[in-house]
């Protein structure tokens, strides 16, 4: 067993799960393959590489994200209205994502109400504003 801890440049090989703070799993891939990234390639998000700074090999942790070290903080202005028009004969939903194009490629919204003139889009990520939990099991560290 290696004794390299996680740290920058180093290839790290872990099962992992990310959940809510009822328990309610948002992923995981502990019933699949595992997930192999090298530190500070920006394949995972830095508040989640950050938490795992210093363990090794075979270390199993419940580590506390915080949505600033997440997916950011519900920000407000994320939420657009826009007319209904734009949506020509979609069946709405309030949670029903839309695809929007964007000049830099296709960003999704979530509407969160409508009617007959105008809906309310949020753009923020789904995950922004919540505490997560992230389960680990590292399996190497190289």
């Known amino acids: 067993m290696s004794q390299?801890?996680?740290?920058p440049d180093t290839q790290v090989t872990l099962?992992?799960?990310?959940?809510?703070?009822?328990?309610?799993?948002?992923?995981?891939n502990f019933e699949a393959e595992p997930?192999?990234?090298?530190?500070?390639d920006g394949n995972i998000p830095e508040g989640f590489e950050q938490a795992l700074l210093g363990l090794k090999?075979?270390?199993?942790?419940e580590l506390t994200i915080a949505p600033e070290r997440g997916f950011g903080q519900h920000n407000p202005s994320n939420i657009q209205v826009l007319s209904r028009k734009d949506f020509k004969d979609m069946d709405l939903e309030p949670g029903l994502v839309?695809?929007?194009?964007?000049?830099?490629?296709?960003?999704?919204?979530v509407?969160?109400?409508?009617?007959?003139?105008r809906v309310s889009v949020d753009f923020n990520h789904p995950l922004?504003?919540?505490?997560?939990l992230f389960e680990v099991k590292i399996?190497?560290?190289n």
């Open 35 to 40: 997930a192999t990234f090298t530190f500070g």
């Open 98 to 109: 839309v695809s929007f194009q964007e000049p830099g490629g296709e960003i999704p919204g």
């Open 111 to 117: 509407v969160t109400e409508f009617n007959d003139e």
């Open 139 to 141: 399996l190497s560290v």
């Open 15 to 28: 099962h992992f799960a990310i959940k809510l703070q009822d328990g309610q799993i948002i992923d995981s």
């Open 128 to 132: 922004a504003g919540k505490t997560l």
């Open 4 to 7: 390299a801890t996680i740290g």
């Open 57 to 61: 090999e075979g270390d199993e942790a």
